[in-house]
């Protein structure tokens, strides 16, 4: 049984950088992909950035992130990362990893994953 296990979080003031982190479990499928989203209060689920395990995509970020979050996949440690740095308070909000083990799986920021991990909240004050 697949399973997405998230880890990292948390709070941090403006312009401090966070690890996220999403260990995945009781895949077969050799291709995979998968996201980052984020939910703030009384906000639709969103996008943030996305990748797949072989990399022949160039891993898709939202706007309002790029240049400040790096997605990244650590294939040995079967281990999704997102590196985020300068932190603004408007990226307060629920993450969430997520996941398609399916061959042709395509690389995209909507929220049409299979599997899903428990979320984590990171909370950025100015």
């Known amino acids: 049984q697949v399973q997405l296990v998230q880890s990292g979080g948390g709070s941090v003031q403006a312009g401090g950088s966070l690890r996220l982190s999403c260990a995945f479990f009781?895949?077969?499928?050799?291709?995979?992909?998968m996201g980052w989203f984020r939910q703030g209060p009384g906000k639709k689920r969103e996008g943030v950035a996305a990748i797949d395990s072989d990399s022949t995509v160039i891993p898709s970020y939202a706007d309002s992130v790029k240049g400040r979050f790096t997605i990244s996949l650590d294939h040995a440690e079967n281990t999704l990362y997102l590196q985020m740095n300068s932190l603004k308070p408007e990226d307060t909000a629920m993450y969430y990893c997520a996941a398609d083990f399916i061959e042709g799986s395509a690389v995209r920021l909507v929220p049409s994953f299979n599997y899903w991990g428990q979320g984590t909240q990171v909370t950025v004050s100015s």
């Open positions: 009781g895949y077969t499928n050799s291709h995979y992909a």
